[in-house]
Nanobody, 123 residues
Framework: QVQLEESGGGSVQPGDSLRISCSTS??????????MGWFRQTPGKEREFVAS????????YYGNSAKGRFTVGREYAKNLVWLQMNSLKPEDTAVYYC??????????????WGQGTQVTVSS
């Protein structure tokens, strides 16, 4: 069982930056075979892949909406993954879900999920 807990969501203005984090109590031995990262979802839409990072840090992937503006990283010492979001736009408003899944990226099909954190971008 991999438990995930997000933090850092909130309300910002267009053009602002925000960092959200996801911590896990899973051991490093378990996480070694996992990727962690982020999906997001708005009402009435399917969950959208944002970014993922393998626990080794060797493989990083971004969804189209994140490329060039978002950066995903991890901190071994704290067992957490973070998402740095820059140049935020109103269309980035969503609930952001942390996910962990065995393998080199996230498909969402066999992932563990956090409860989500709301990010609102509005003037």
């Amino acid at each position: 069982q991999v438990q995930l807990e997000e933090s850092g969501g909130g309300s910002v203005q267009p053009g602002d930056s925000l960092r959200i984090s996801c911590s896990t109590s899973a051991s490093a031995r378990i996480l070694a075979g996992y990727s962690m990262g982020w999906f997001r979802q708005t009402p009435g839409k399917e969950r959208e892949f944002v970014a993922s990072i393998s626990w080794s840090g060797e493989r990083i992937y971004y969804g189209n909406s994140a490329k060039g503006r978002f950066t995903v990283g991890r901190e071994y010492a704290k067992n957490l993954v973070w998402l740095q979001m820059n140049s935020l736009k109103p269309e980035d408003t969503a609930v952001y879900y942390c996910a962990a899944e065995p393998g080199y990226t996230l498909t969402g099909q066999s992932a563990y999920w956090g409860q989500g954190t709301q990010v609102t971008v509005s003037s």
